[in-house]
């Protein structure tokens, strides 16, 4: 069965700091990769997501997710990391055997000023 | 993308209770689905709402428990039925609009925060 794993469970990164939260998933063929935030008290919002092609993929708010086959992972990154980011962040995975949304997790964020 | 809006928001109910979440759509979408959030974990997908059929819901969910409706194509409740502490969660409701195919992106809700006395 696909699996998600985000080891990070909290990360703490100071204001303007680049950041990355991990992702690594189980699955045979190509997968389909999402990455969600979750802020306080609000549903999730999707970031960015892969399908196929170019590995590197952009997002919203300056964030973007790099697709390692080899590695089995969709890592997420930000070159500098705003007080606004502090929320959880969530890597999911679409596969059509079981034709659902399987998420990680999850990683707290926590930006310190 | 969609606005979705779920009520309640929130609510604290007795043990025993039963609670129904409404979600509601602004556009046409394709499949809707609701996910249970236990307190600082992941998500769980809990059942896809299908119009006018029954649900089809994932493992250790049954109809009984969680029954849902969806009498069209932007609108779907969950019941939470004879509660106990353990439904205490956040539940969402997702949508992937219309055109969209079952591994498009998924749209969430704000979610309705459940607390079981």
């Known amino acids: 069965a696909q699996s998600v794993t985000q080891p990070d469970i909290h990360i703490t990164v100071s204001e303007g700091a680049s950041l990355e939260l991990r992702c690594n998933y189980s699955y045979g063929a190509t997968p389909y990769l999402f990455w969600y935030v979750q802020s306080p008290g609000q549903g999730l919002q999707l970031l960015l997501k892969?399908?196929?092609?170019?590995?590197l993929v952009q997002g919203i708010k300056g964030f973007e997710a790099e697709f390692k086959r080899s590695q089995s992972s969709f890592n997420l990154r930000k070159p500098s990391v705003h007080w606004s980011d502090a929320a959880e962040y969530f890597c999911a995975v679409f596969t059509g055997g079981g034709n659902k949304l399987t998420f990680g997790t999850g990683t707290q964020l926590k930006v310190e000023l | 993308s969609a606005v979705i809006s779920q009520k309640p928001s929130r609510d604290i109910c007795q043990r025993g209770t039963s609670l129904t979440i409404q979600c509601q759509v602004d556009s046409q979408v394709t499949m809707m689905f609701w996910y249970r959030q236990q307190p600082g974990q992941s998500l769980t997908l809990i059942a896809t709402a299908n119009q006018g059929s029954e649900a089809t819901y994932e493992s250790g969910f049954v109809i009984d428990k969680f029954p849902i409706s969806r009498p069209n194509l932007t609108f779907s409740t969950l019941t939470v039925s004879n509660m106990s502490p353990e439904d205490s969660s956040i539940y969402l409701c997702?949508?992937?609009?219309?055109?969209?195919?079952?591994?498009?992106?998924?749209?969430f809700g704000p979610g309705t925060r459940l607390t079981v006395l």
């Open positions: 892969y399908f196929s092609g170019d590995t």
């Open positions: 997702s949508v992937i609009l219309a055109g969209g195919s079952a591994f498009d992106t998924q749209y």
